[in-house]
């Protein structure tokens, strides 16, 4: 089976603007997660994507939303962009969404806001 | 909420040698899960082992053992006959059934594996 994977890899935004994230879960897997990765706050949960209803959500402003289609790829927007935005994204996928599941991790995408 | 603490920033072990990773986590909740994932410099998270909550047997996975301790809420990562391919950060990271697939992560250890 293929991994997770995510587009684009890298990404160099300007302050203010919006950006648009993909993920594609492994075949069969209904759940997708997403996660920032940042030195200074570490890991921290965005939200999840089950059957395409958000199913939990991070402390995050508004401006990070996301969906999930019909074929459970999932993408997540952030608008108006700021310097503290720049961070590793990371998309997990695993097949039900529940606790005891191990999460699939994707390679992430390194997003820079300059 | 649920929180996990990880307060070794940095380990390091000769090669083929045993290190020991450290975790505590604080949770109100009976049923839960508990894993280690890793980290290498491609960043891929990669996870190590799980540890389920209601079993008192801990996990072990080749070179890869816990040391599961409900009561005192700690849960450690021994990891034996230590390789180069090793190296990576490590993190200890919680989930229960009301979460989803919810993560909460600790602040992760880097391990540094000298030849």
């Known amino acids: 089976k293929a991994g997770v994977t995510q587009t684009p890899r890298y990404l160099i935004k300007t302050r203010g603007q919006q950006v648009t994230l993909s993920c594609s879960p492994i075949s069969g897997h209904r759940s997708v997660s997403w996660y920032q990765q940042t030195p200074g706050q570490g890991l921290q949960f965005l939200f999840e994507y089950f059957s395409e209803t958000q199913r939990n959500k991070g402390n995050f402003p508004g401006r990070f939303s996301g969906r999930q289609f019909s074929n459970s790829r999932s993408e997540m927007n952030v608008s108006t962009l700021e310097l503290g935005d720049s961070a590793l994204y990371l998309c997990?996928?695993?097949?039900?969404?529940?606790?005891?599941?191990?999460?699939?991790f994707g390679p992430g995408t390194r997003l820079t806001v300059t | 909420a649920q929180t996990v603490t990880q307060s070794q920033p940095e380990m390091s072990v000769q090669e083929a040698e045993t290190v020991t990773l450290s975790c505590t986590y604080d949770t109100s909740e009976s049923d839960y899960y508990l894993f280690w994932y890793k980290q290498p410099p491609s960043r891929q998270m990669i996870l190590v082992i799980r540890?389920?909550?209601?079993?008192?047997q801990n996990a072990t996975e080749n070179r890869f053992s816990v040391n599961f301790q409900k009561a005192a809420k700690s849960f450690s990562l021994k990891i034996s006959d230590s390789q180069l391919g090793d190296a990576a950060m490590y993190f200890c990271a919680y989930s229960s059934p009301k979460g989803g697939s919810r993560l909460t992560f600790g602040e992760g250890t880097q391990l540094t594996v000298n030849p």
């Open positions: 540890q389920e909550a209601y079993k008192q």
């Open positions: 997990a996928s695993s097949p039900r969404g529940a606790g005891d599941y191990e999460q699939y």
